[in-house]
């Protein structure tokens, strides 16, 4: 008897057959891209969009009426070989903002810029486009008053204290994505000052991919999933962004920085932050600085290992917002030094060989020092996520007497992006009036209606002049705190879409980042180039990638080919030789201890007195002690319990800068596979709790220090880990190796524990 066919079932292979039909057969391996092999040379010669991939289909065609058109799928997709304005117009250039000649500043006139980034600005609804994912906090920001002789601004006066809400983010994820992706982070500071309001919004690299603003929505479009699959999430290690950075070289520099450990911070609080653009300062006699703004964490800058990136954003992908959240609640409240590198304001704005209006260059620091100039304490959490951290609205054109912009490209172009991408997203104009954006200094701006208008406006001639309204608003003066614009001349020239030539070298300085860093540091970078580019499809990306790395240096693109599996080409360019800058690196200094986090670890029973021991001493320390033990609760009886704030089911290694082993915890009843999936039977028979050695291994792994006082050195022992090993402390009480722990944690890791080949 012939079995009956399910109907549905019987459909869909009749679909699939079309499908087979008409497309060809499938992919041997998933995951391509596109529909077709990718070139390693940029293609040139003009043709059409490439058709759908085979198991690609766009909707039927009907009409806004639900009327089928029949009209085929590529009749209603975009056409034609050649790049065009939305209205049809052909395009000879995207890569370049109109100006006012190759230095000049950018031209209001340019209707392909304004026209590419506002479409870009309105892209989500209402979420940001990027940086979507983020947390923030309200702090004080007190000024020392040595930036008194380069500006006027107030609020940089000695002595002056400025409120400040400050927001740290991601730049591709949604959001919610997981906090500790390898991306770029934001680092946006608004300052109310008695001025107005003052939004400092840069990275925590000094960086940026590009360097015009019209070319912002196209590195965007790379970094975020592709558009078809949605897919990956949250991460560069994908063929489009690798596409478009190895096409477009002066990428180069921010990304080495991102492929380095500055792409997964330990915290937000060990993240330095950088205005990124050189700024113009004007002080009280009109003279005027260029600037470059730095924001260095008291706490040292700070990474985690890339397996401990992994772990994190699975064990908790919020690790970075409860961070900060917990420490400002615990009260280690986090300090940043507000710095500058001062430049003189000459006409080529060039510093020892530097273009200071190239995005993509920084200044060593021992070229200019960074001039400490006040002191940001961030002390209280938002009281509800939507109404600040999600509505707070920044801006690089809110800006105070005395600072003022310069004509690099990529600042121009957000001066006219930040504010129209926050009328889509926040419903109209007036988002300067929600409770988190408002100004801490009177308002008369002759501006009226609009959606979400909750001013109650009085007078009846909102325009100048006037006399109904006996002529106010008048117009203020210098003398009367005016903002002024420094009246820098503009050099006669023609309008041209281009760039000065000093923006053509795209590796100089990222070769210069690479030489910067300890041997440690180039294993994780020459590790981390290696994972994103082998989740690329495209062995074409692939090796142009390889070509990029060639021009930085011969040993890192050998090493990454060979993970690779392909061969090292030669340079393309000379090699430059700058002398390394030691400020880039992230080892070889030690840092404050404040709100560090030690687990302490105990069997729940026996050696509570060595517990409280090593609690005080954490706290003493001005570290945060969390105790884990086999299950919640309080621990001991009588006037001095100790409360429980992890257990071996909900502790991992990843949470904790320290781990202190006050015993050795048998394996607790819940030790077993069927409940946690983090034990095993090999590791129980040790007579040690399995996760307490899997807590262990993956700090030692991680480059995290460890202490055992009492029956603590037998967890070591079982381990597999010397006593005298590096990162190691072992002692007779809990004080005695907390000392030794101290010591440890201000280098941040033992990072003798990692012998690189680099």
Not at 214 to 234: C, L, M, S, T, V
Not at 417 to 438: K, V
Request: glycine share 10%; with cysteine; aromatic share 8%.
């Amino acid at each position: 008897m012939s079995e009956k066919k399910n109907p549905v079932s019987a459909a869909a292979e009749k679909i699939a057959d079309k499908v087979r039909d008409t497309v060809g057969p499938h992919n041997e391996i998933p995951g391509a891209p596109g529909p077709e092999p990718a070139q390693v040379d940029e293609p040139t010669k003009p043709r059409g969009p490439l058709p759908p991939k085979h198991d690609q289909s766009g909707p039927d065609t009907f009409s806004p009426t639900g009327q089928p058109t029949g009209t085929p799928q590529d009749k209603v997709a975009q056409g034609g070989a050649y790049l065009t304005t939305a209205q049809g117009a052909r395009l000879y250039d995207t890569d370049h903002s109109l100006k006012a000649g190759p230095r000049g500043p950018v031209l209001l006139q340019d209707h392909h810029l304004r026209e590419k980034i506002t479409h870009f600005d309105h892209e989500r609804i209402p979420e940001r486009v990027v940086h979507a994912r983020g947390a923030a906090a309200h702090g004080v920001f007190r000024a020392y008053g040595a930036a008194a002789g380069i500006t006027k601004a107030a609020f940089l006066a000695e002595g002056a204290e400025t409120p400040v809400f400050v927001r740290f983010s991601t730049v591709l994820g949604s959001r919610g994505s997981a906090d500790t992706v390898r991306d770029t982070r934001g680092f946006a500071t608004k300052f109310y000052t008695d001025e107005g309001v003052f939004d400092l919004v840069g990275n925590n690299i000094p960086v940026f991919f590009i360097q015009d603003a019209i070319k912002f929505p196209d590195i965007i479009h790379a970094g975020k999933p592709h558009p078809d699959r949605e897919i990956p999430q949250a991460q560069s290690a994908h063929d489009t962004f690798w596409d478009f950075v190895t096409l477009h070289t002066e990428a180069t520099h921010h990304t080495l920085w991102n492929m380095s450990d500055r792409g997964i911070p330990r915290s937000y609080r060990m993240m330095e932050g950088f205005g990124v653009h050189t700024f113009r300062l004007v002080n009280a006699e009109g003279a005027t600085t260029l600037v470059k703004f730095h924001w260095k964490p008291k706490l040292g800058v700070h990474s985690q290992v890339w397996e401990e990136a992994q772990i994190t954003g699975g064990v908790d992908p919020d690790f970075h917002r409860r961070d900060l959240a917990d420490a400002i609640e615990a009260g280690a409240f986090p300090q940043w030094e507000l710095g500058v590198q001062t430049f003189p304001d000459t006409e080529d704005q060039m510093f020892e060989g530097i273009d200071l209006l190239d995005p993509t260059k920084i200044v060593p620091e021992e070229l200019a020092l960074v001039r400490p100039i006040g002191l940001m304490t961030l002390n209280a959490n938002p009281s509800n996520y939507f109404a600040e951290t999600e509505q707070v609205a920044f801006h690089v054109g809110h800006l105070v007497p005395g600072i003022d912009v310069t004509n690099d490209p990529l600042m121009q172009g957000r001066l006219f992006s930040y504010i129209d991408t926050q009328i889509t997203r926040l419903g109209g104009p007036n988002f300067a009036q929600l409770p988190i954006n408002r100004t801490h200094a009177p308002v008369n701006d002759m501006l009226r209606d609009g959606m979400h208008q909750t001013a109650v406006h009085r007078g009846v001639a909102p325009y100048r002049p006037n006399s109904l309204d006996g002529g106010c608003p008048f117009t203020a003066g210098a003398d009367t705190g005016a903002y002024i614009e420094v009246p820098a001349e503009v050099a006669e020239s023609r309008k041209v879409r281009d760039a000065a030539e000093s923006f053509d070298d795209h590796f100089s300085q990222p070769r210069l980042f690479w030489l910067s860093m300890t041997p440690t540091e180039r294993e994780h970078i020459a590790a981390a180039y290696t994972f994103e580019l082998g989740k690329c499809w495209e062995d074409a990306v692939k090796e142009r990638g390889l070509k990029a790395l060639a021009n930085i240096d011969p040993e890192l693109c050998a090493r990454v080919a060979e993970g690779l599996g392909l061969p090292a080409p030669e340079a393309t360019v000379p090699l430059a030789s700058p002398r390394p800058s030691p400020a880039l690196s992230q080892l070889g200094r030690t840092w404050p201890v404040d709100g560090r986090v030690v687990g302490i670890v105990t069997d729940g029973e026996t050696g509570l007195d060595a517990v409280r021991e090593a609690r005080g001493a954490v706290l003493s320390a001005g570290m945060v002690p969390l105790v884990i033990a086999p299950s919640g609760g309080k621990l001991g009886s009588g006037s001095a319990p100790v409360t429980v704030q992890r257990t071996f089911a909900t502790a991992r290694s990843i949470e904790f800068d320290a781990i202190v082993l006050a015993g050795a915890p048998a394996p607790a009843p819940d030790a077993y596979g069927a409940r946690d999936a983090k034990t095993d039977d090999a590791a129980t028979a040790t007579g040690v709790d399995p996760r307490v050695l899997l807590l262990v291994t993956e700090a030692f792994r991680h480059g995290k220090a460890i202490g055992a006082c009492g029956d603590g050195a037998t967890v070591l022992e079982k381990a597999g880990l010397a006593t005298d090993a590096p990162g190691v402390v072992a002692g007779a009480s809990a004080a005695t190796v907390l000392d030794g722990l101290t010591g440890l944690l201000a280098g941040h890791r033992a990072w003798d524990r990692f012998t690189p080949a680099l």
